[in-house]
């Protein structure tokens, strides 16, 4: 059972840090990339950033200089540094990743069950 677990959310103030994590567990035949996105309340969920493996990460404007997304190959963990958090931050995060499971499977993507990150003013 392949499975993505998110952990390091919480309640932060404003030009505050946190660092989120996503473990990807279970039988992996290799990882092509992990990303995390996030959805605020009444919004539709968008790319904070993302890794594609051998190739350049990935930013979206409303982060640059201020997130910093990093892989530990090894552990199949994928992290979110935040720094100089605002509140419209403030959504759930999610981890994603797309997986190919065995040497002859297809490629897929999966998807952690969210971390809720809440900035106040």
């Known amino acids: 059972q392949v499975q993505l677990v998110e952990s390091g959310g919480g309640l932060v103030q404003a030009g505050g840090s946190l660092r989120l994590s996503c473990v990807a567990s279970?039988?992996?035949?290799?990882?092509?990339?992990m990303g995390w996105y996030r959805q605020a309340p009444g919004k539709q969920r968008e790319l904070v950033g993302n890794?594609?493996?051998?190739?350049?990460?990935n930013y979206a404007d409303s982060v640059k200089g201020r997130f910093t997304i990093s892989r530990d190959y090894a552990k199949n963990t994928l992290y979110l540094q935040m720094n100089s958090l605002k509140p419209e931050d403030t959504a759930v995060y999610y981890c994603?990743?797309?997986?190919?499971?065995?040497?002859?499977?297809?490629?897929?993507?999966?998807w952690g069950q969210g971390t809720q990150v809440t900035v106040s003013s």
């Open positions: 279970g039988s992996i035949f290799s990882v092509n990339g």
């Open positions: 890794i594609i493996t051998g190739r350049s990460t």
């Open positions: 994603n990743a797309d997986l190919i499971l065995t040497r002859w499977s297809a490629r897929t993507t999966y």
